[in-house]
């Protein structure tokens, strides 16, 4: 059975009004109470519902049990026991299955609803405790005895009392549902419990809560605990109020604003204008049109227009479409730059830019060629120039750009962590936007720019993904042709941009990404070349920078070289620009001055303009020295000359080896001394001393890290030097690695090395014969001015680079006391 709120029972379309059936319900008297105490009535079991004392209440009776109750209590004029199931959902309750606590009620006549069941009026007389079941069959019947409750209240109660009236006048004041009769009814009751029972009834409260009231039999109690509820109950309806109230003013304001707005509309289309909002998507419509888009996102932006079109002006989503059909319109899905494929005009500019970087300049022209032969060519190629800050690798880029004719980007990838940033975000996302590359070919405008992607080897992976495996698609000729943004949703062409990276080293670019993309290394550049490059480009353009273009300053020769080698120590040129630039502010400084200054620089005046000397280049060895070897070493700024020392001391057979070497070059000391050892008699070394010398290995300048096989032959000789007592001649520099056997293998950086022999002053260069071929890149001088020999073995090196005679005796080992003690048996 289910009830309705009795305060809000409308007058049905009944054969008798609400007020002739409550009369009814006041003319069934009460059971008789027996001299025991108690009253037996029939049940009427209740499910869902709780019915109080003195309240009416609507029931319906579908049951045939509850419905025989019924009847038999109106056949008898009697009143019935309401009895709560614990269990609703149960249709034949036990006699186990209800509450300890009922209600005599009075039931008024049935009445036939359309779905068949039929409906009545109850009233709550009493509360009535159950104390055992008369009968089961056909209908419940019990004895109970009736609870009565004081008239009166003590202060305590009165306190209760005022308190509930006073929270209930608030709900009835916030919640519409509650007349407000129903507070001035409550004011005139003056028994505790039937002014909590009818107050219950009135609110909204829990089925869980309305059974817990009708379980308290003592009515201070049950006013307590009313109390609370009525607290909880203001507390949401003070909140529900707001809320209501909140939505109410903003539904009030957009109801202002669109009553403007439409005024507005019709001003506006009185003035001829038209509303503002029609004439954006009527621009946006005009510029789709007008823009050459493909198939696809010609379709994706005009379905967005559509939605634009259709959404109210100050929904959220208006901006947001807005910028994404912006995007489609401004990207260059299809314009391109036309190719100039002149070879010769091409060769002109990069020469005209850049000194030097021959495999560069002949890849670019040989690109150049082809597209001459072939304009339909669509594949691109991906270069990938690698080499020290510096050598000119972006400027290339640009020349590059210059030669072809097309648009020269630039994006540096330099510390980018997310994969968001290649890729864009999703239009999910607030303040969404595409990735680098689609943000960089809008500004581009052209399909087929020249991009640059600056310091490859910089990408980083974190948790917000991996950019570098984001670079795949972008540079893979494979798959760029449908280049898929996040933001975009649309393939974008990228096949036809000419697609330059450049990095400092190839160590950090992940293999997959190198494999897409063709080397070409950058070598420092050589001093002659630095030299060139200064008078070619640096110094004119720092005269003209510092306003001096007028004087005629000019470097001599011995000058410049004197700044290269004493105040810059780097593989590219930066540094040497910022040291011309300060000579030319000092000279533009004296000039404004009123005193005297140069005309032309010589190198004596390069400390007073520059100051003390800051670098120190390696020198080569004053005399032959035993033990002390000379190596050739790359370095990023250039070659270098090195030089090995070896120490033998008295010890137990160890070998130490200091001076920040590598694991790579401690191995190569290694298989060194392994050589040694194999061929000791053959170099007249005992073979004692290997087991009670110690031999130290020392490479100078400990503060920097070095590595590599290179200086294999180099220590080889050091140390044979200092077992045989034979001088390393001082003008002989050597590289080259050693296996066991003594067979020398090739090495890189040759043309860095052997300039760093030329400017060291040595004489003799000993280079691994596979090697010999990497001397074509070197400059004439260079060649001219030393004496580079071939070597295939290690015998060919001791043969050269060692003097024939004994400089100091060399060391012995002392025999032990046990060995003398043998000798004397």
């Known amino acids: 059975m289910s009830h309705q709120n009795n305060w809000n029972e409308d007058e049905d379309n009944f054969d008798l009004t609400l007020s002739q059936r409550t009369e009814e319900l006041y003319r069934v008297p009460n059971m008789e109470v027996g001299a025991d105490g108690l009253i037996e009535a029939v049940v009427l079991p209740l499910r869902d519902m709780v019915i109080f004392p003195r309240m009416v209440s609507p029931i319906f009776v579908g049951r045939e049990a509850s419905l025989l109750a019924v009847q038999e209590a109106q056949r008898k004029e009697q009143t019935v026991i309401g009895l709560t199931q614990k269990d609703p959902d149960l249709d034949e309750p036990g006699i186990d299955d209800f509450l300890p606590v009922g209600v005599e009620m009075a039931v008024g006549r049935l009445l036939d609803m359309p779905d068949g069941s039929r409906s009545a009026l109850v009233q709550g007389r009493k509360r009535v405790e159950i104390v055992e079941f008369t009968r089961v069959k056909p209908y419940l019947k019990v004895r109970a005895r009736v609870i009565h409750e004081p008239q009166t209240a003590d202060r305590q109660t009165q306190a209760l009392m005022r308190s509930a009236l006073s929270l209930f006048e608030r709900c009835v004041q916030l919640d519409r549902s509650i007349p407000e009769e129903a507070h001035m009814f409550a004011l005139n009751i003056a028994e505790p419990g039937w002014l909590s029972d009818m107050i219950a009834t009135s609110l909204s409260l829990t089925y869980e809560a309305k059974l817990r009231l009708l379980l308290i039999l003592d009515p201070k109690a049950r006013l307590s605990q009313l109390n609370n509820l009525l607290a909880q109950e203001v507390d949401v309806l003070e909140l529900e109020d707001e809320i209501h109230s909140r939505v109410q003013n903003e539904v009030d304001k957009g109801q202002r604003e669109f009553y403007l707005r439409e005024q507005m509309k019709q001003i506006q289309n009185e003035l001829g204008e038209g509303d503002i909002f029609s004439r954006d998507v009527s621009d946006l419509k005009k510029k789709l049109e007008a823009a050459n888009l493909p198939e696809e996102p010609k379709k994706v932006a005009l379905k967005e227009l559509e939605r634009l079109n259709q959404m109210p002006p100050m929904a959220p989503e208006v901006g947001m479409i807005r910028t994404y059909i912006d995007w489609i319109v401004d990207l260059p899905w299809t314009n391109s730059s036309p190719d100039n494929l002149d070879v010769k005009n091409a060769a002109k500019i990069l020469e005209r830019d850049h000194y030097g970087l021959k ?387 090739p090495i890189g950086g040759v043309r860095e090395k052997v300039l760093a022999a030329h400017r060291a002053g040595l004489k003799t260069v000993l280079l691994p014969e596979k090697n010999m071929k990497d001397l074509v890149e070197l400059p004439k001088t260079a060649k001219s001015e030393l004496k580079i020999i071939p070597i295939k073995h290690m015998d060919d090196v001791l043969a050269i680079a060692l003097s024939k005679e004994v400089t100091v005796e060399p060391p012995r080992p002392k025999k032990s006391t046990r060995d003398d003690n043998s000798q004397d048996d």
């Open 359 to 745: 495999k560069a300049k002949e890849r670019i022209l040989e690109y150049i060629a082809v597209r001459s032969l072939k304009p339909k060519k669509e594949r691109q190629p991906i270069l990938c120039f690698v080499g020290p800050p510096g050598v000119g690798k972006t400027s290339l880029g640009r020349s590059i750009a210059d030669a072809l004719g097309r648009k020269f980007v630039r994006v540096s990838l330099g510390g980018v962590r997310d994969e968001a940033e290649i890729r864009g975000h999703r239009r999910t996302y607030i303040g969404a936007l595409p990735g680098r590359i689609i943000q960089t070919m809008k500004r581009a405008g052209t399909a087929n720019p020249l991009f640059m992607l600056d310091e490859i080897d910089k990408l980083y992976s974190d948790f917000r993904g991996d950019p570098a495996s984001a670079m795949l698609e972008v540079l893979d000729p494979e798959q760029n042709y449908a280049f898929s943004d996040h933001y975009l949703e649309l393939p974008f062409d990228l096949s036809k941009v000419m697609f330059v990276t450049t990095a400092n080293s190839l160590g950090n670019i992940p293999s997959p990404l190198l494999d897409r993309m063709e080397v070409i290394e950058f070598p420092g550049y050589i001093e002659e070349e630095k030299m060139e490059i200064a008078n070619r480009y640096l110094i004119p353009r720092q005269i003209e920078e510092n306003g001096i273009d007028d004087l005629g300053l000019a470097f001599e020769p011995a000058a410049l070289q004197r700044i290269i080698r004493e105040y810059t120590y780097e593989a590219g040129v930066r540094n040497l620009e910022r040291e011309i630039g300060r000579v030319s502010r000092k000279v533009a400084r004296m000039k404004a001055e009123g005193k005297k200054y140069p005309v032309s620089i010589a190198p004596e005046m390069i400390e007073k303009l520059l100051g003390p000397q800051q670098v120190f280049p390696s020198e080569a060895e004053r005399t032959d020295e035993v033990g002390v070897a000379t190596s050739l070493a790359w370095t990023e700024t250039g070659g270098e000359i090195m030089s090995v020392e070896v120490a033998v001391l008295e010890g137990k057979g160890g070998m130490q080896m200091t001076g920040q070497m590598g694991e790579v070059m401690q191995e190569s000391g290694q298989a060194a001394l392994t050589y040694i050892k194999s061929r000791a008699a053959a170099l007249k070394i005992d073979l004692e001393a290997f087991e009670r010398l110690d031999i130290h290995v020392h490479m100078p300048e400990g503060g920097i890290p070095k590595d590599g096989p290179s200086a294999g032959i180099t220590m080889a000789t050091a140390i044979v030097s200092a077992l045989t007592g034979r001088a390393v001649f001082r003008h002989v520099g050597m590289t080259g690695e050693i296996t066991l056997r003594g067979r020398v293998l």
